[in-house]
């Protein structure tokens, strides 16, 4: 009958130094073949090495070193997964201010014409890449046009927005002049700040949603604990607390803009 003798050694558990006792090591998780020779071993490690003697003389060894995630390599994705939901929380934040900006108040802001894209030469362009916007006062909008030939489609582009204003096109640049908001209007955008303020908490819960994702497959992968899982996850959770207090503090802001006359 042959003989199967197996010796760990160098053996670095990612959560703690494992002690090799009968119980462990006659428990298989992770299987390995080597040449025929069935082999296992018991936790988790950065380094295994496998030396596998078959025969009933002594043979020379056979090695087989298996490399697994060191600890640096594991902070290393937990930092990723971190540093990657924090930047996408920004961006989502900086979506919702640009969509904020988009939306008249009382008084006049070149913001306000973010959204606009002009059909010049055939192509859609946002307005501010063609023509320099200004407020003359707090009620009117100036655009001078880089290229005057483009004034027409810029007035076009601006009857067929929703901002609600007709410009003013003599041939040279083009005025706005801000209506004075009615109370029914000023609450009519009031609801639509509130709706894309609830968007961009929706955009924040998936960003979240997304990196728990991440910690779990790390657990699946053994390089994560399950306890390391709930502090990264609760850690997570006090960013997202404190995206959505940003969230809730621009949109009052905006809707105050809104409702004072």
Excluded at 5 to 33: A, G, M, Y
Excluded at 69 to 90: H, Q, V
Aim: glycine share 2%; proline share 4%; aromatic share 4%.
């Amino acid at each position: 009958m042959a003989m199967h003798s197996l010796s760990l050694s160098s053996v670095r558990s990612v959560h703690q130094r494992p002690k090799i006792t009968p119980k462990l090591r006659n428990r298989p998780t992770t299987l390995v073949s080597l040449q025929g020779n069935l082999l296992s071993w018991s936790s988790s490690v950065s380094y295994v090495k496998l030396n596998a003697v078959v025969g009933k003389t002594v043979s020379p060894k056979r090695n087989a070193t298996i490399r697994c995630a060191t600890l640096e390599e594991i902070e290393a994705e937990k930092t990723l997964i971190e540093k990657s939901a924090k930047e996408r929380m920004e961006k989502a934040i900086d979506s919702m201010l640009s969509s904020f900006n988009s939306i008249r108040t009382g008084r006049s802001n070149p913001a306000m014409l973010d959204k606009i894209e002009v059909e010049y030469y055939g192509s859609p362009v946002n307005l501010k890449t063609i023509a320099q916007i200004s407020t003359p006062d707090s009620s009117s909008l100036l655009v001078q046009p880089y290229d005057k030939s483009s004034l027409k489609a810029i007035e076009k582009a601006i009857v067929n927005s929703d901002l609600g204003m007709t410009p003013s096109n003599d041939g040279e640049v083009i005025r706005l002049s801000l209506p004075q908001l009615t109370s029914e209007r000023r609450k009519e955008l009031s609801k639509v700040v509130a709706k894309q303020a609830e968007e961009g908490k929706v955009a924040i819960r998936n960003i979240r949603r997304d990196a728990i994702k991440a910690y779990d497959k790390l657990e699946k992968e053994k390089k994560l604990s399950e306890d390391n899982v709930k502090d990264l996850s609760a850690d997570l959770q006090k960013v997202t607390d404190e995206y959505m207090k940003k969230i809730d503090s621009i949109f009052k802001q905006k809707e105050k803009e809104l409702l004072t006359v």
